[in-house]
């Protein structure tokens, strides 16, 4: 059954696509070596104001997969809407797509999720969003991870991030959570994160490095609009860090109103990702 906390899951996937689109301009880019103060287009990938990637395009493939399920989850079902949008460009901005990890184009066109040491891509926690508010086990988290990112590692920070939203869902202070983590190799930096300065944080697209930032720039910062801005301004893999810090800031801190307007109004495509995630209000 579809959980009762609808409206803050409608928050947190907002609060990822706008961190999504925030950094599309400037992924692959070196920290220091340009400034994010605002939502802007082009840059990297040569795209319009607002536009997000294959990170929002397959949070929203998932959420039709539970709307349409009710709730539960179809691993199969998720796949076919993965594939829909990989092959057919199905929930994309305009209809095709323009960003996609090595990993996960393999994975979907195999049928089968990758699960070598070097298979450790942040393609899988970029997407795992929405099974924070639905009744799910692990099990089930660890099989939409592998539907693409197989190994051990990868659905290790998919479990643990979603632990971080479902305990702050509780009523619980993220700080708290993250201080009293029982992690596994390689994670045991998150419950210190916060005690570490910005040149001891990476932002490339490996998991761990990935889960760390996100939890660093949401620990460190006092706004969710602060917060993305310094996922994106750490460089390299700027729309997924921002992205899935954008999730877990406002999942766990913020509220709707929290969420910058003027960022919200140049989304594009807001009629898909309506129909994708309205019905969770």
């Given at each position: ?35 994010c103060e ?22 929203l493939a ?54 070598s040491e ?164």
């Amino acid at each position: 059954m579809i959980n009762k906390r609808n409206t803050k899951l409608h928050t947190a996937l907002y609060g990822a696509i706008i961190g999504d689109a925030l950094g599309v301009p400037y992924e692959f880019r070196e920290r220091g070596s340009f400034r994010c103060e605002d939502m802007v287009g082009y840059g990297t990938h040569d795209q319009p104001v607002g536009t997000w990637s294959d990170d929002t395009s397959m949070l929203l493939a998932t959420c039709k997969s539970l709307e349409e399920n009710n709730g539960r989850i179809d691993v199969e079902d998720i796949r076919y809407k993965f594939n829909r949008w990989l092959i057919d460009g199905s929930f994309t901005p305009f209809g095709e797509v323009f960003d996609v990890g090595n990993t996960t184009r393999r994975a979907l066109f195999s049928g089968k999720g990758e699960n070598s040491e070097r298979s450790n891509g942040n393609g899988s926690l970029m997407r795992i969003l929405p099974l924070a508010f639905v009744d799910c086990t692990e099990e089930e988290i660890r099989a939409v991870s592998a539907i693409t990112h197989a190994h051990k590692i990868s659905e290790d920070a998919c479990v643990i991030y979603l632990q971080l939203i479902n305990e702050c869902l509780q009523g619980k202070q993220l700080a708290d959570v993250v201080h009293g983590l029982a992690l596994p190799a390689p994670f045991q930096r998150l419950s210190v994160l916060d005690q570490l300065s910005e040149p001891e944080i990476r932002s490339t697209g490996y998991v761990v490095d990935t889960l760390e930032a996100a939890v660093w720039c949401t620990l460190t910062t006092n706004s969710f609009r602060e917060c993305v801005l310094k996922a994106v301004n750490l460089g390299d893999d700027t729309d997924t860090v921002a992205s899935i810090a954008g999730g877990l800031a406002a999942a766990t801190l913020y509220d709707f109103p929290d969420l910058p307007e003027e960022w919200m109004s140049v989304l594009q495509n807001r009629e898909l990702i309506e129909e994708c995630v309205g019905w969770m209000q």
